[in-house]
Structure formats: C-alpha cells, structure tokens
C-alpha cells in the first residue's frame, strides 16, 4: 500500500512504492498543484483568451493521473468563481487509490468527506457536482486512448516521472495529445525535462519553461499554434 506523506503546506502526498517517487512535491503538495496546474495552466489559459476577446462558453480539462483527486478539486473549487463557465473534466488513472488510502488523505481546505465524495464516485461515468462543473474518471490505460481531436483546451499532465514512467513522455503519446487540443490549448506539466521539451516540439507545440513552485528551478508549458 502507498504510504501518506505529510507534506511542508500541511497537506499530504503518497509515496509509492511501485516507482519509488511521490505524487506531489514534498515542499507542499496543495501549493504545487496550485501553482502549476490552475496559476500557469488554468487561469492562464482563461486570462489568455479574454485578453484575445476570444469567448468561451465552455472549458474542457483533461488530466493525465488523477492520484488523490488535488488537481480535480482545486479545479472544483476554482470553477466557483465562474458561474457562467462550464467546465468539463476528465481524468485517466490506472492505478486508483484503495480506500484506506485516500481515507488517510488531508487536502485542506477540502473536508474529508469531499475527498470521500470523490474518490468513491464510479468511475467511467459523468458526476455533474454543481451547474457548471461536470468531471468523469476513467479508469483506463492512458497510452491507448485514441482522444477527440481538437476537443480538449488544456491538458495537466501529472503522470510519474520520465525516469520511472518513460512510456508516457514520447512524442508519439504528445502528438496524440496535441492533436486532442484545440487551437491556443495548452498543455502543462511538472517536468522541465530536456527529453521532454524535445519530445513536445517533435509533437508540434511551442514550449516555453516557466519559474517552477518552491523546490523546482522550472517548469514546462507547451502551447498548440494558432496556425
């Protein structure tokens, strides 16, 4: 079984066994997410296009590792401060949490229960929490998903390290996700990785790295082309 983690915010990582790694930084693992996937992702995304006057009705997220369900209630919680945006979610995870697990889980401000709510939600099928934020777990092998092309706006991609998990960070598996995004759509990662950044150009996108969070010198944003 994964081991919990508490980490330097307060809130608590796994360390897993399997790859010898944890999901979040040690350094905090809300302010991480926080930082990389709805600071430089997320909101950039939303600020992007309303300084192009580009009107969105509709913003479709899809994560790569779904792990103790951070990302998916941050983007919850961030959700509320747009009630006149949908937001649709998908997550691929192949490695679910068992219950005692995420039962040992504190993600502060989330309650206990809304950690519950999540993880014990089925899987394969949309849950609608609120007007505008609709999420689907899929319990499914990320590297065979043939995706919808030009559906997706932003991509957080959060699967284990390069080192550990080589088989999700090849050019071939970043052209089937920048083909998913629409045009301006961004993809997000933890990673700064020059095999990385390679991989991503080779796939079409344009890369920049960016400051990371507290324990992290950068980090990677990759963004589809407008042409």
């Known amino acids: 079984m994964r081991k919990v983690q508490t980490t330097e915010d307060g809130t608590t990582t796994l360390f ?7 999901f979040h930084s040690v350094h905090g693992a809300r302010s991480e997410s926080e930082y990389i996937y709805l600071h430089c992702g997320l909101q950039h995304f939303i600020d992007s296009c309303t300084q ?3 009107p969105l009705e509709q913003i479709n997220i899809l994560e790569v590792g779904l792990g103790t369900g951070l990302n998916l209630l941050l983007t919850q919680q961030l959700a509320t401060q747009y009630a006149n945006l949908k937001f649709n979610y998908h997550s691929y995870e192949l490695y679910p949490l068992e219950e005692p697990e995420w039962q040992q889980l504190k993600l502060a401000p989330f309650t206990a229960k809304e950690i519950e709510t999540l993880h014990k939600s089925p899987w394969n099928k949309p849950i609608n929490t609120s007007n505008n934020f609709t999420y689907t777990k899929h319990f499914s092998d990320f590297r065979t998903q043939a995706l919808s092309q030009g559906f997706f706006h932003i991509i957080y991609y959060d699967a284990f390290a390069p080192s550990l998990e080589p088989s ?3 050019s071939n598996l970043f052209i089937n996700c920048y083909n998913s995004l629409n045009r301006m759509g961004i993809f997000i990662t933890y990673s700064a990785k020059g095999e990385v950044r390679r991989n991503l150009i080779a796939a079409g996108f344009e890369v920049e790295k960016i400051p990371g969070p507290k324990g992290k010198r950068e980090i990677i944003r990759a ?5």
Request: aromatic share 6%.
């Open 16 to 22: 897993d066994p399997r790859t010898g790694d944890t």
């Open 168 to 170: 999700l960070w090849t």
């Open 223 to 227: 963004t589809k082309p407008t042409h």
């Open 52 to 54: 192009l006057a580009s």
